[in-house]
T-cell receptor, first 115, second 109 residues
């Protein structure tokens, strides 16, 4: 058990659909992250929340909308996505507010396919 | 700026050794190493915080050369369980942990 749970594991959606990805961490961490993992590309940081406040937004298109209602839960709301948004979306959490010396704990990811 | 990893892939027989390198064009203050098996989440291996620091995880060890702005991961006497993709992560500052493209390691019996 990783301590970070993501649902659903797989999601297929059309370009006009609206869906949400969910992440829950049971580790008592105070920072949560969304990463995008595409084939043959480095992990891309999308959003960071620390103490439920967004502290980082890496120029992500507005069709991705994050929400962090509390320190244990993180959502990624999706609408009008493009086929190039198909990827593995990974949620992670960490103890400290800085990634300098705090390891990331990842969930198993949601495999998203946009048709 | 994302770190550069080399090689992109390596194939080993059980018991063989391998080295994975991670280099940055910017000053490094720490380096993270993670391993991801197919269909699974990346798993944290170790963090190196000081130049010259070396750490170990099972028979996997790493070194950090702050001056050269690089880190190396050493797989010693590889086992089948070492197969996966290894990522280095470099946090130049704040939250921006940038990952390398990964090195795929395949260990064969």
């Amino acid at each position: 058990e990783t301590g970070v749970t993501q649902t659903p594991r797989h999601l297929v959606m059309g370009m006009t659909n609206k869906k949400s990805l969910k992440c829950e961490q049971h580790l008592g961490h105070n920072a949560m992250y969304w990463y995008k993992q595409s084939a043959k590309k480095p992990l891309e940081l999308m959003f960071v929340y620390s103490l439920e406040e967004r502290v980082e937004n890496n120029s992500v298109p507005s069709r991705f909308s994050p929400e962090c209602p509390n320190s244990s839960h993180l959502f990624l709301h999706l609408h009008t996505l493009q086929p190039e948004d198909s990827a593995l979306y990974l949620c992670a959490s960490s103890q400290a507010q800085s990634s300098y010396n705090s390891p990331l704990h990842f969930g198993n990811g949601t495999r998203l396919t946009v048709t | 700026q994302q770190p550069v990893q080399s090689p992109q892939a390596v194939i080993l027989r059980e018991g063989e050794d391998a080295v994975i390198n991670c280099s940055s064009s910017k000053a490094l203050y720490s380096v993270h190493w993670y391993r991801q098996k197919h269909g699974e989440a990346p798993v944290f291996l170790m963090i190196l915080l000081k130049g010259g620091e070396q750490k170990g995880h099972e028979k996997i060890s790493a070194s950090f050369n702050e001056k050269k702005q690089q880190s190396s991961l050493y797989l010693t006497a590889s086992q089948l369980s070492y197969s996966g993709t290894y990522f280095c992560g470099t946090p130049p500052f704040g939250y921006k942990l940038s990952f390398g493209a990964g090195t795929t390691v395949t260990v064969r019996a």
